[in-house]
């Protein structure tokens, strides 16, 4: 492939609309020579700077040409998830991937350049840590350094891993993730699950054999890769929340379910679940995502870019068409801080981007900055004001 191939399948793949095939030859492309894969962070670094309004007229002469990658395909997950590692490397730097705002007339950014107030910046990246309450109430804090070895578990601080035991009696274990963290928790049924910041699970230190595997999602984020039943006697598994209950066989998928937001999202990855509210029931395909509204109890299905839905637990923030609100709350779970805007009409705007989770919180305001969504900002301790 040329260098030029490698560009246009480059703008291709920053706006998702580049086939399995174009991913499956940048991915050789990017592997086959280390000057490809320095040419390829390049080119992303030159997308990010470009006039906006150039950048979209790229897209719209590609835009006819292939169908946007199809989720519902493993294949098509596998280069997804191959490229957006290579991106990474880019992204974690400082690079917001194909930016544009909602609003036409600030694509070029602010001509207001004063510099930022920043006052004892206490705001730091999230890390993995978490708080273990065992049946008896005893907690345990987990965070880098920390350790943890009993009859069912160990933990390096970082993640926590059960074994299965037969006829121990039932107890249950919760994991709480707090602002600014997040956790890995092998359950003992070999499940595994990653959970996102300001989330807490609830489960069964060993699974009853034979019955269905039951666990609850108390609020928050989790990403499940689930143990098929068929290796634990057809036994189902069961993710409960005040709001649904998702039932699987064997599957991955994603619940989103935190207390302050109005709807409850399960992204369905691989295999086939059940969704059941108190008045209906669906069952996901691979590539769609149900919405529960808490407020009436309704269920809706649709199909959405999987990989934007699960980047999080592949260190990577992705924002498509999201208003600056919404995700300004999603950075303020993360990096464990308070967001004020200093006028309403800032919350509405948006972009679509990808923000590397280990940057500094500095960086990813002055991206924002540079696009034109915000004049101006301010840092003072955990607070952040937005101009």
Known sequence: MSPKEARIITVKFLNN????????????????????DVAFKEYLNIYHTLDKRQVFDAMQAYRKTEAIINAKQNRSKVFRLNIYKYAAAAVLVGVLLTAYLFKPDSIFGS?????????????????????LTLEDGKEIVFEKGASLQTNNATSNGEKIIYEAHKGQALAYNTLTIPRGGQFFVK???????????????????????????????????????????????????EVINDNQLVHVLGTEFNVKAYNDEDEVYTTLVEGKVEISSSKEQHILKPGEQSRLNKNVNTLSVEAVDVYRQISWKEGIFSFKRMTLEDIMTILSRWYDMDVVFENEELKQRGFNGSLGKEQPIEQILENIKSFGVIKNYEIRNKQVILK
């Open 111 to 131: 001509d207001d350049m004063v510099a930022p107030v920043i006052v004892n910046n206490a705001i730091k990246p999230g890390a993995n840590k978490a708080i």
């Open 187 to 237: 359950l003992s049924d070999g499940t595994q699950v990653w959970l996102n910041s300001e989330s807490q699970l609830k489960y069964p230190v060993n699974f009853t054999e034979g019955e269905s595997r039951k666990v609850e999602l108390v609020y928050g984020e989790a990403y499940f890769d689930v143990s098929p039943s068929t290796e634990h006697k057809g036994a189902s598994f």
């Open 17 to 36: 609309e580049a086939s399995v095939a174009e991913l499956n030859q940048l991915s050789h492309w990017i592997e086959e020579n280390p000057s490809n």
